[in-house]
């Protein structure tokens, strides 16, 4: 069945850094869209960034733009969130997505991917993300 991993979570200060980590298995890793997504206590899932599994098209929240890379790396099957120059209000849980089991075409995954969650059939445990001022 389709698991997907999260890691790399941890409590740093602001300006700081952090790598998240998606293990992804149980279907064919390339042609899908895989995104990352954040929740904050009291606030709706957001999406954080996407990426076309099949072609490396990277797609991110304004929010993010710009101190945010989300990778692929293809023979780990694991999507990476290299998150820099992080801000308090980055806090939140990070949870790591991907749309469906089978493969699905590059049109399907783009900018709008970012605010459809249902979208996405599958979702990880999550790794929290503590930011300090």
């Known amino acids: 069945q389709v698991q997907l991993v999260e890691s790399g979570g941890g409590s740093v200060q602001a300006g700081g850094s952090l790598r998240l980590s998606c293990e992804a298995s149980?279907?064919?890793?390339?042609?899908?869209?895989m995104g990352w997504f954040r929740q904050a206590p009291g606030k709706e899932r957001e999406g954080v960034a996407v990426i076309y599994t099949g072609g490396g098209s990277t797609y991110y929240a304004d929010s993010v733009k710009g101190r945010f890379t989300i990778s692929q790396d293809n023979v780990k099957n694991t999507v990476y969130l290299q998150m820099n120059s992080l801000k308090p209000e980055d806090t939140a849980m990070y949870y790591c997505?991907?749309?469906?089991?089978?493969?699905?075409?590059?049109?399907?995954?783009?900018?709008?991917?970012?605010?459809?969650?249902?979208?996405?059939?599958?979702w990880g445990q999550g790794t929290q993300v503590t930011i300090s001022s």
């Open positions: 997505a991907v749309d469906k089991v089978w493969p699905t075409p590059s049109q399907s995954c783009g900018f709008e991917s970012l605010t459809q969650r249902k979208g996405f059939g599958y």
């Open positions: 149980g279907y064919t890793f390339s042609w899908h869209c």
